[in-house]
């Protein structure tokens, strides 16, 4: 852990202090720090005062920032309630960036100190099992059990990086699952759960408990097809049975159309032009789609036309051919995972 806060931290500061809330309350869980010890952790680290409230039996705590105990008051409100729990911090003015999280990992703490939040952590590597396609069926079913996911409902997967940022995180079964394109924040929703305001996420195709591992794979997909800020976030129903065949494709797979768009896309024009080549169904509606004349678009054309060795015009197949191979060339290329730039220098380290 340290390491990675000393990595971080030369990329984003913001980012570093987040990881150190995160470590910090981490600790405190493994130690089973009583309450007023996590309340002085939570209130040290927003520097104001933190408090929490218990409805059965009743009992109010205030810690100020140096550790001391305060006199009881009213629940303020950043705060976070849950199984008749409530914590919260008293911050004077507006939030700071890190209010949010640092009430989060309160909130998880004191639950799990208090065991009310001990079923749904043991419970978190069931998720695992559950997305993964090896486990035999009935396991999983199991697996789906335990996390309270039964019954004929259909749900859905919610992928995001783990920097990823939720206006509105809905409750479900979560988890962080081992990817070939590194660890994904996976979420479980019902199948017609409004869509999800995370930036970037990609949501899967809906699925019963026992293919769940394909809206998984599909929602991966749609995750790598993002491209912020234009396209924070991707639903797997858009692209239809081509999410699928897009998730079922090798990442080393041989595909000679794929490698001819290279040269295409390292022009300027080659990403607006190929996405309107593709949704178009003519050169003039494709010049409508990319905002230019239709003469300039049929000269693009021809480029591609020379690039991947066939007219995507011709006929249905080369429209399709040029379709899948553009879509393959996004997920290939794409940064949607790396950890953004640094909004701010960073520190000297030192």
């Known amino acids: ?28 869980i493994v130690g089973n720090v009583n309450t007023r010890g996590l309340l002085s952790a939570a209130a040290s680290l927003a520097g104001c005062h933190a408090g929490f409230r218990q409805d059965h039996p009743p009992r109010t705590l205030r810690v100020t920032p140096r550790g001391e105990l305060a006199d009881p008051g009213e629940p303020a409100a950043s705060s976070i309630t849950c199984d008749g729990l409530t914590v919260w911090i008293e911050r004077d003015g507006p939030a700071r960036v890190n209010d949010t999280i640092i009430l989060e990992r309160l909130a ?10 001990r079923r749904e ?3 978190r590597r069931e998720l695992g099992l559950l997305l993964d396609p090896a486990v035999p069926v009935e396991d999983r079913r199991t697996a789906a059990a335990r996390l309270g996911l039964t019954g004929p409902t259909r749900y859905r997967v919610v992928a995001a990086p783990l920097f990823a940022v939720w206006d509105d995180h809905p409750t479900g079964a979560e988890d962080v699952i081992p990817t070939p394109y ?4 996976a979420l479980v929703v019902p199948h017609d759960h409004p869509p999800v305001a995370a930036a970037p996420s990609g949501t899967g195709l809906a699925a019963p408990v026992e293919h769940l591992h394909r809206s998984f794979r599909t929602a991966v997909v749609a995750l790598r097809l993002c491209a912020p800020p234009a396209t924070p976030s991707v639903l797997a129903d858009d692209y ?14 041989d595909l000679p159309d794929v490698d001819s768009l290279d040269d ?13 080549l593709v949704r178009a169904g003519s050169v003039r509606q494709a010049a409508r789609l990319a905002g230019v004349h239709h003469s300039t678009l049929q000269t693009r054309l ?9 007219d995507p015009f011709e006929d249905g197949i080369g429209r399709t ?6 879509l393959v060339w996004r997920l290939r290329n794409s940064r949607v995972l790396d950890l953004p730039a640094p909004t701010h220098p960073a520190p000297a380290v030192g």
Not at 109 to 117: E, L, N, P, S
């Open 108 to 117: 998880l703490a004191v639950r799990i100190r208090h065991g009310r939040g």
């Open 302 to 310: 021809d480029g591609v036309t020379e690039a991947v060795g066939f």
């Open 264 to 276: 295409v896309m390292a022009h300027g024009w080659g990403p607006a032009t190929l996405d309107a």
């Open 240 to 253: 239809g049975g081509l999410v699928g065949l897009l998730a079922d494709t090798p990442i080393d797979a």
């Open 1 to 28: 852990m340290q390491e990675l806060l000393g990595r971080i931290a030369a990329l984003d500061p913001q980012a570093s202090l987040s990881l150190r809330v995160i470590a910090c309350f981490d600790e405190l």
């Open 121 to 123: 952590s043991d419970n």
């Open 182 to 185: 590194g660890p994904i924040h």
């Open 321 to 326: 051919r040029l379709g899948i191979a553009y």
